[in-house]
């Protein structure tokens, strides 16, 4: 069966630095790969969407990499800021199958 | 606000009983999906419906069903509940990006929060 593994369960970073974010999957071989966040109690929201035949998306000081031969992709966020404080969840896919999400990794910018 | 709506925000009740979850996806989009959120398990798919069929089938329990109505508005029906079935049940709706086969893109309700007691 499909398996989703984001690095940790939480990460703290300090503001103005760079985080960055793990996704490994398994058992499939997607052709989209999805980033969302969510606050808590609240929840997701779609950031950013990436397919197979590209090997890098971004939008605004956000980044993710699709790496097929790897089974990984990297969510990249620059110049963090308190604000971007939130879970964030991978899902490989979304092509005719329901999308199926990592537990997420917590991330927290430190002031 | 995204559109997409649940209701009720919170509902506490005893085990043993069962509640309704209510959900109207945004305006245009045919398909809902339901998840469950508990703290241990992250979100898990449920259930999918496209325009009013059952499209796709996930870790459902029995004692739980759904149905989409003709006016695409979806209900999710918890039974004999449990403790563990205390969580977060979020709704969504999807819209496809991109030509051709394109993916689906889920948009989210703010999720209804049942407590069994």
């Known amino acids: 069966s499909q398996k989703i593994e984001q690095n940790s369960e939480a990460l703290n970073i300090q503001e103005g630095k760079t985080a960055t974010l793990t996704c490994n999957y398994t058992?499939?071989?997607?052709?989209?790969l999805q980033w969302y966040r969510q606050d808590p109690g609240r929840g997701p929201v779609f950031l950013l969407l990436?397919?197979?035949?590209?090997k890098e998306k971004r939008k605004e000081r956000l980044k993710v990499t699709f790496d097929t031969t790897l089974k990984q992709s990297l969510f990249h966020i620059t110049a963090s800021q308190p604000a971007d404080s939130a879970t964030y969840l991978c899902?490989?896919?979304?092509?005719?199958?329901?999308?199926?999400f990592g537990k997420g990794t917590r991330l927290s910018v430190i002031a | 606000d995204s559109g997409v709506t649940q209701t009720p925000k919170h509902l506490i009740t005893a085990t043993g009983q069962r509640v309704t979850l209510r959900c109207s996806p945004r305006s245009g989009d045919l398909s809902v999906y339901w998840y469950q959120q508990s703290l241990d398990q992250g979100l898990q798919f449920l259930i999918q419906y496209y325009n009013g069929e059952e499209r796709a089938k996930g870790n459902i329990l029995e004692r739980f069903s759904a149905q989409q109505f003709p006016d695409l508005h979806s209900e999710l029906n918890l039974s004999s509940l449990e403790l563990g079935d205390s969580a977060l049940y979020f709704c969504?709706?999807?819209?496809?990006?991109?030509?051709?086969?394109?993916?689906?893109?889920?948009?989210f309700g703010a999720g209804s929060r049942l407590t069994v007691l």
């Open positions: 058992n499939y071989s997607p052709a989209y």
């Open positions: 969504a709706s999807s819209v496809r990006v991109g030509v051709g086969s394109g993916a689906n893109v889920l948009t």
């Open positions: 899902a490989p896919g979304g092509g005719n199958t329901p999308l199926v």
């Open positions: 990436i397919r197979e035949n590209e």
